[in-house]
């Protein structure tokens, strides 16, 4: 699978419950993708989620499954981190 990164932007801030992650990934194991983590902006009103899927209209479809946005969908090609560039 690939790795995704996904944009959402919400009109309000963003109060995500146990019971709005499960409905999550209860749409995702349908679908087939995996939501690895998320990030929260500072005013709660965007997320930054890594996903593996096999495509980006995979996740597309979770998304619109949800009821979330996902106004931007990256596959992402590789990893950089300081360490692994200055070879530590």
């Known amino acids: 699978m690939a790795?995704?990164?996904i944009e959402r932007n919400f009109a309000e801030e963003l109060n995500?419950?146990?019971s709005d992650a499960a409905a999550v990934i209860k749409v995702n194991d349908?679908?087939?993708v995996k939501w690895l983590?998320?990030?929260l902006s500072a005013d709660k009103?965007?997320?930054y989620c890594l996903?593996?899927?096999n495509s980006g209209d995979a996740i597309r479809e979770a998304a619109r499954l949800a009821g979330l946005p996902a106004d931007i969908v990256i596959e992402l090609g590789g990893e950089l981190r300081p360490e692994l560039l200055l070879g530590r």
């Open 3 to 5: 790795l995704f990164m």
């Open 16 to 18: 995500a419950s146990a």
């Open 37 to 39: 983590y998320s990030f």
């Open 51 to 53: 996903y593996e899927a």
């Open 30 to 32: 349908q679908v087939g």
């Open 45 to 47: 009103r965007k997320t």
